[in-house]
């Protein structure tokens, strides 16, 4: 059971506040938004089944190193490239 987000206190219209200050209570308050929806969500997946959690874990470690390998194979492919163009410029020098 998740309970309602709580709600920052009304800005006191009295009170003087520096636009600054405001800027700051606002951020608070986007961050007490940020902290509930992580605190629900966290709830809702200690109440799932820890069979439905490793496999969603697994499909993300597949992506993540298929990720990882294109990522590592495009590098490799950029040194490559440059490694040749390299060599044709100091051929071209030479002669």
Do not use: W
């Amino acid at each position: 059971m998740t309970s309602p987000p709580p709600t920052p206190p009304p800005p006191n219209p009295s009170a003087n506040i520096t636009p600054l200050e405001q800027e700051v209570l606002d951020e608070y308050t986007r961050l007490l938004s940020n902290l509930h929806k992580f605190s629900t969500l966290l709830s809702n997946l200690a109440d799932r089944p820890t069979a439905d959690v490793l496999d969603g874990l697994r499909v993300l470690e597949r992506k993540t190193s298929l990720v990882c390998t294109l990522l590592k194979a495009s590098v490799y492919s950029i040194v490559l490239q440059q490694q040749v163009y390299g060599g044709e410029e100091g051929e071209g020098e030479v002669g």
